[in-house]
């Protein structure tokens, strides 16, 4: 008789993942007889049985330092990614790559198996995240608000802001900036010369972010106008503009009339 399946259910976040990597690995059900799926967004399979799984902070470290131990830091930089991915088979495909990667007698990168659909699958989304966090290196705009504090809005399909942070604290070391991620509902908060952090669950307040120095207001008509000068109406191709600049990205860009 076929065992019955067991899928455990995670937190929609790397944490959340990982724990669920670890508490279907320590169920010692056997890596075919178990599952992993986001709470919410699973669909429920007949002949199953589920488990809650509770994020858990040490659990999740645990996984990542053994990952990292285990299977270099080049293979868990894309199983991370994956993990902030929108994508929702990318908790199971982690879980699988987990198994795959720290089987014994394994040599190699874990992710030169390109025909282990997992292992695939985890190279895709991570690929795709990385993509979008690179690009938004050079699409994010900020504004300065009143108080002096730097602000910037994007609104990402992947979750970048954890991706991005080290590169814009190392740009502005001295500033005091904020990201705010549309879709996430997240913050990257950097207080000068300080470490940057992740908020979750706060909403901006909008009415002082609406308020914006009155230097931002000079240095927005100038960028502004400088893009409009170097502009030659006659050679515009919008489609060609769209493949360098997708629309997505166009919202808060201060010379796409964003921002301030």
Known sequence: MRNEKTI????????????????????RLGHGNVKLALKGRANYEMFASYREVETDGEKAEKVARTLRRRLGPEDYAHI????????????????????????????????????????????????TTGNEAHRYYQFLRFRELAGGVLFSEIKPENDVLPLIGDHFADRFPGEDFM????????????????????????????EKIGK??????????????????????????VRLQQQFLPLKFRAYMTEMNGGA
């Open 80 to 127: 991370y990614q994956a993990a902030l991915s929108k994508e929702e088979e990318r908790a199971d495909s982690i879980y699988r790559v987990a198994v795959a990667g720290l089987a014994g007698g394994r040599s190699g990168s874990i992710m030169q198996n390109l025909q282990n659909p997992a292992v695939c699958r985890i190279f895709e989304l991570s690929r």
């Open 212 to 237: 914006i120095s009155d230097r931002e207001t000079q240095f927005a008509s100038l960028w502004r106008g400088f893009c409009r000068s170097v502009a030659i109406q006659e050679r515009r191709n």
């Open 8 to 27: 455990f259910l995670c937190e929609d976040s790397v944490d959340g993942i990982f724990t669920g990597v670890y508490d279907a690995w320590d169920s």
């Open 179 to 206: 990201v705010y991620d549309r879709t996430h509902r997240l913050f990257l908060i950097h207080e000068a010369f300080k470490q940057w952090v992740l908020v979750v669950g706060e909403e901006p307040d909008w």
